[in-house]
């Protein structure tokens, strides 16, 4: 299981990442354990917008790279309104099952207290 995510940061810029463990990511990025993002370093999270459950890395690769590379701003914003809309934002996803992850937020996952119902 993986998971594609966008961090809303200092500045209101955006950063989409992936991650195996949302939580031990999310700790990485707000600076409480080693790791972590060189961009998320200069520009430190605020927000987790959107995240989104994928089966494999390799779909999970897929969506991130799709955001990032792929996506304007407006799309970006568009798909954290409706995470659910992947296919549309980004058609050629549209026929891998992303799960989008309802009630993940920066704050929870730096309790430890994420749990996305699998």
Same mark, same amino acid.
């Given at each position: 299981?993986? %998971?594609?995510?966008? *961090?809303?940061?200092?500045? @209101? /810029?955006?950063? /989409? $990442?992936? /991650?195996? @463990?949302l939580?031990?990511?999310?700790?990485?990025?707000?600076?409480?354990l080693?790791? $972590?993002?060189? %961009?998320?370093r !200069?520009?430190?999270?605020v927000?987790?917008? !959107?995240v989104?459950?994928a089966e @494999?890395?390799? @779909?999970?690769?897929?969506l991130?790279?799709?955001?990032?590379?792929?996506?304007?701003?407006?799309?970006?914003?568009?798909?954290?309104a409706?995470?659910?809309?992947?296919?549309?934002? *980004?058609?050629? *996803?549209a026929?891998?099952? %992303?799960?989008?992850?309802?009630?993940?937020?920066?704050?929870?996952?730096?309790? $430890?207290?994420?749990y996305d $119902?699998?």
């Amino acid at each position: 299981m993986y %998971y594609v995510y966008i *961090l809303r940061c200092k500045g @209101d /810029t955006l950063y /989409t $990442g992936i /991650t195996p @463990d949302l939580v031990h990511r999310m700790r990485c990025h707000a600076g409480r354990l080693p790791g $972590g993002a060189k %961009y998320t370093r !200069a520009h430190p999270p605020v927000a987790l917008e !959107a995240v989104w459950r994928a089966e @494999d890395k390799t @779909d999970a690769a897929r969506l991130e790279y799709g955001i990032k590379k792929k996506l304007t701003r407006g799309q970006k914003e568009q798909l954290i309104a409706a995470p659910e809309g992947i296919g549309i934002v *980004l058609p050629h *996803l549209a026929e891998i099952p %992303y799960t989008p992850i309802a009630g993940a937020t920066w704050e929870r996952c730096l309790e $430890g207290v994420f749990y996305d $119902g699998e």
